[in-house]
C-alpha cells in the first residue's frame, strides 16, 4: 500500500492532523469490500444520501447506528430455510457491517427501506458559532474615549 505524503497540507492548515490517519484507514478498510454494493450521492451544497443495496433483508434484520461520526449499517441474516433447494443461488444474504466516516457536523436524518434499497439521508448543519461573521473595525479614538474613567 502506498503511503501518501500529506506534510505540505500541514503548513498551510490547522486542525487537519485527523487527516493522515483517517484516509489510511478508510483505504485499509475498503479494500477487497464489495458488499452490499451502495451509492453515496449528493443532493445539494448541505445534503447527501447513502444508498445500499440490500435484497433480501428484511427491516429488522438491518441496524443503523452513528458513533462518534462513523455511521455504522449492519445486516444479519436469520438462518436460512433449509427446506430449500436452489439451482442457482445468486442473491447474497450473508451477514455485513459497512462503515462510513462523516465529516464534522453531518449528521443522520432519516432512513427508508424501498424495492430492496436502503437510503440513508445526512445533512451538514454548520453551528451559528462555526459560520463566518464580520468583526467590526471601531476608531481608536472613540475606544479611547469610552475607556477613560468619569470625572477625569
Known amino acids: 500500500m502506498a503511503t501518501i505524503d500529506l506534510s505540505p497540507l500541514y503548513r498551510s492548515t490547522v486542525g487537519f492532523d485527523r487527516l493522515a490517519p483517517m484516509l489510511e484507514t478508510a483505504l485499509r478498510n475498503d479494500r477487497g469490500v464489495s458488499y452490499p454494493p451502495y451509492d ?4 445539494d451544497e448541505n445534503r447527501y444520501a ?7 433483508f428484511e427491516r429488522e434484520e438491518l441496524d443503523i447506528q452513528v458513533e462518534r461520526g462513523v455511521l455504522t449499517v449492519a445486516g444479519k441474516k436469520e ?20 462503515k462510513f466516516n462523516l465529516a464534522d ?40 474615549e469610552h ?3 468619569p470625572g477625569e
Not at 453515496?40 to 443532493?43: L, R
Not at 447513502?50 to 433480501?56: D, E, L, N, S
Not at 438462518?79 to 459497512?98: K, M, V, W
Not at 430492496?116 to 458559532?129: C, F, N
Open 40 to 43: 453515496i450521492e449528493v443532493i
Open 50 to 56: 447513502v444508498t445500499i443495496a440490500v435484497a433480501g
Open 79 to 98: 438462518a436460512a430455510n433449509s427446506d430449500r433447494r436452489y439451482l442457482h443461488q445468486g442473491i447474497a444474504r450473508r451477514t455485513f457491517e459497512r
Open 105 to 144: 457536523h453531518v449528521e443522520v436524518t432519516d432512513a427508508s427501506l424501498r424495492n430492496g434499497l436502503l437510503t440513508i439521508s445526512l445533512v451538514r448543519e454548520i453551528p451559528e458559532a462555526m459560520k463566518p461573521k464580520t468583526i467590526p473595525i471601531s476608531d481608536d479614538n472613540a475606544t479611547l
Open 147 to 149: 475607556s477613560e474613567e
